[in-house]
Nanobody, 124 residues
């Protein structure tokens, strides 16, 4: 069973930056796609970004394109989310997840292992 641990969340002013990191153990990391999702209070969980095992054909939510960058380091079993130009509406709990396969999907049911989440709060 894969285990995931996120870090890097916190409080930041609008316009600022944060970098989230997720370390994965218990699975052959380089064979699986990875995703970052978020869930704000009263809202459904939504995709932020997803990266396949190859690191190519990355998917971003329209709301974060041009501001967020997902990357992975297969040697370190990590997937990062660099978040720039943060907005108040980016406030949410952010989760990393491991895909069921090598692909990167925007659908949360395509992922079968999740981290505990890290809070990102953007003050306006």
């Amino acid at each position: 069973q894969a285990q995931l641990e996120e870090s890097g969340g916190g409080l930041v002013q609008a316009g600022g930056s944060l970098r989230l990191s997720c370390v994965v153990s218990g699975r052959t990391f380089e064979n699986f796609g990875m995703g970052w999702f978020r869930q704000a209070p009263g809202r459904e969980r939504e995709i932020v970004a997803a990266i396949p095992y190859s690191g190519r054909s990355i998917t971003y939510a329209d709301s974060v394109k041009g501001r967020f960058t997902i990357s992975r380091d297969n040697a370190k079993n990590t997937v990062d989310l660099q978040m720039n130009s943060l907005k108040f509406e980016d406030t949410a709990v952010y989760y990393c997840a491991v895909s069921r396969g090598a692909w990167a999907s925007a659908r949360d049911y395509e992922y079968d292992a999740w981290g505990q989440g890290t809070q990102v709060t953007v003050s306006s």
